[in-house]
Antibody, heavy 121, light 106 residues
Framework: DVQLVESGGGLVQPGGSLRLSCAAS????????MSWVRQTPGKGLEWVSS????????YHAESVKGRFSISRDDLKDMLHLQMNSLRAEDTAVYFC??????????????WGQGTLVTVSS | DIQMTQSPSSLSASVGDRVIITCRAS??????LAWFQQKPGKAPKSLIY???SLQSGVPSRFSGSGSGTDFNLTISSLQPEDSATYYC?????????FGPGTKVDV
């Protein structure tokens, strides 16, 4: 079975940094594009970042461009999101998601359970 | 950038009813549209991809249709466990926005 397990969330001060990780299992990780999606408590889903299977194509929402960076480690079957210059509005549950194919222009088919990031002083 | 809208924002229906949720893209996205179901406190669940293909394990009462800019998610016979918020998402090109969601009460 496909499993995606996020970690690394927590409380961080404004301006601080955090690195989220997603451990993938149950599929050949290196063959699939991956994404991060976030959800502010009580609000809707917001796409954050995506990376293609080869790792050479990364895409970020305008709201996080220049502050967040998505990356993947195919040797360890891990997806990461490096978050710098964090703001209060980045407070959200962050979900790791697997795409159906190797390109980012594929639908999400599996989701992790999410990890909560709280940005507050 | 492509914007996604959904209607209605919420609805209440009875067990056995046929329910249709609409998603509209601000420009054509061919069939690059997915639908997700999310229950409170849970991760989203994938229902439909490529506008009309059912994800493995999803009950056949769920179906999707549409192409271009207008799409529908239909629940043919609403069940109590279908109470949730439903989101559409386009993936024809980045950014990949979601619709604002439709809350369904059974």
């Amino acid at each position: 079975d496909v499993q995606l397990v996020e970690s690394g969330g927590g409380l961080v001060q404004p301006g601080g940094s955090l690195r989220l990780s997603c451990a993938a299992s149950g599929f050949t990780f290196s063959n699939y594009a991956m994404s991060w999606v976030r959800q502010t408590p009580g609000k809707g889903l917001e796409w954050v970042s995506s990376v293609n299977a080869r790792g050479d194509g990364t895409y970020h929402a305008e709201s996080v461009k220049g502050r967040f960076s998505i990356s993947r480690d195919d040797l360890k079957d891990m997806l990461h999101l490096q978050m710098n210059s964090l703001r209060a509005e980045d407070t959200a549950v962050y979900f790791c998601a697997k795409k159906r194919g190797h390109m980012v222009i594929n639908a999400i088919d599996y989701w992790g359970q999410g990890t909560l990031v709280t940005v507050s002083s | 950038d492509i914007q996604m809208t959904q209607s209605p924002s919420s609805l209440s229906a009875s067990v056995g009813d046929r329910v249709i949720i609409t998603c509209r893209a601000s420009q054509g996205i061919r069939n690059y549209l997915a639908w997700f179901q999310q229950k409170p406190g849970k991760a989203p669940k994938s229902l439909i991809y490529d506008a009309s293909s059912l994800q493995s394990g999803v009950p056949s009462r769920f179906s999707g249709s549409g192409s271009g800019t207008d799409f529908n998610l239909t629940i043919s016979s609403l069940q109590p466990e279908d109470s949730a918020t439903y989101y559409c998402q386009q993936y024809s090109g980045h950014p990949f926005p979601f619709g604002p969601g439709t809350k369904v009460d059974v």
